[in-house]
Each structure stands twice: as structure tokens, then as C-alpha cells.
């Protein structure tokens, strides 16, 4: 009898876990690549005051061709890139960070196809499992680009 009360807690706890709404603050998440399969990580941040009943706009931060996605997020925050340094630093310690009405997405690029190809539904991909995990307004979507992406993708040189 005590280990099926055990069994119950257990399911309970797991339930309760994975029900809870997403969270404000910057976090690492995966989503499953629709091309290929292979989980493709990104990073999102959502304001500290975060509040699922209210729809936020989104930027879609994507990184240049020598960075990643914890290097873009610190850019977007105006955070120092220290050398070596690539645990994903908590965004809030920024003074002006509170004041972020929005959430931030920035999906890691394969490769160096500026964002062509697998890399390019990479970013819907992420952009699809932020629209699940989050309340955004479908009207408020921006993305932003570094400039030698800009560059490639439109032929310019």
C-alpha cells in the first residue's frame, strides 16, 4: 500500500511539474528539428514579470556566422562576451532588462548557410515552439539579422 501512495506522489509531482506555465527569465531549450529530426538547441527570454494572459511581441535574434545563440542574447542585452565563456548568464542582472515588454528568441544556426536551407527552418522551428510555450502576439513578430547575412541572402557584395 505505501508504495503505490509512493507511485501516486511521484506521478503527481511530474504532472504538477510539467503543467506549470513557462516562466520569465532566459533559459536553454531544444526543439526537434521538422527536417531532419536532430534536436536543435535556442535560447528565449521572457520578461521577469511574465504573464501567460497577456500576449508579448517577439524578436527573433539570429546570431552572425563566427558566434552562437548565448553570444546573441548577451549582444541583444549588451552583456561582455568574455573569452571562453559559454554558460548562458542570467539577462535580469542587466539594470534595464525588467523594463523588456518582449520575448526574445535566438535559435543556434547549423553550419554557415546564413540561415538557408535546414538552418532557416531551424529558426521556424524555434520560432513555432516559443508560439506554444508562450503567449504571443502573432502581430508582433520582428527578426533581426547580422549584416553579412543580410548580405548573403540578398545577393548584395
Known amino acids: ?13 511530474v504532472f504538477v511539474a510539467t503543467a506549470q506555465p513557462e516562466r520569465g527569465g532566459a533559459r536553454l531549450a531544444t526543439v526537434r528539428s521538422s527536417v531532419d529530426g536532430v534536436e536543435q538547441e535556442y535560447v528565449v527570454y521572457a520578461p521577469r514579470n511574465y504573464d501567460p494572459a497577456r500576449n508579448y511581441p517577439v524578436i527573433v535574434a539570429l546570431h552572425e556566422e ?3 545563440h548565448i553570444a ?7 552583456l561582455p562576451q568574455r573569452y571562453g565563456e ?10 534595464y532588462a ?25 529558426v521556424y522551428d524555434a520560432l513555432a515552439d516559443v508560439q506554444r510555450r508562450y503567449a504571443v502576439d502573432e502581430d508582433r513578430i520582428y527578426i ?10 540578398c545577393g548584395w557584395r
Open 86 to 95: 559559454s554558460a548562458l548568464q542570467k539577462p535580469d542582472d542587466a539594470p
Open 98 to 122: 525588467a523594463r523588456r515588454g518582449f520575448i526574445i528568441v535566438c535559435p543556434f544556426a547549423r553550419g554557415n548557410m546564413a540561415y538557408q536551407g535546414v538552418a532557416e527552418q531551424d
Open 72 to 78: 546573441e542574447l548577451k549582444h541583444i542585452f549588451a
Open 1 to 13: 500500500m505505501r508504495k503505490s501512495w509512493c507511485g501516486v506522489a511521484v506521478l503527481v509531482a
Open 66 to 68: 563566427d558566434s552562437n
Open 144 to 153: 533581426t539579422a547580422p549584416p553579412q547575412a543580410a548580405v548573403k541572402r
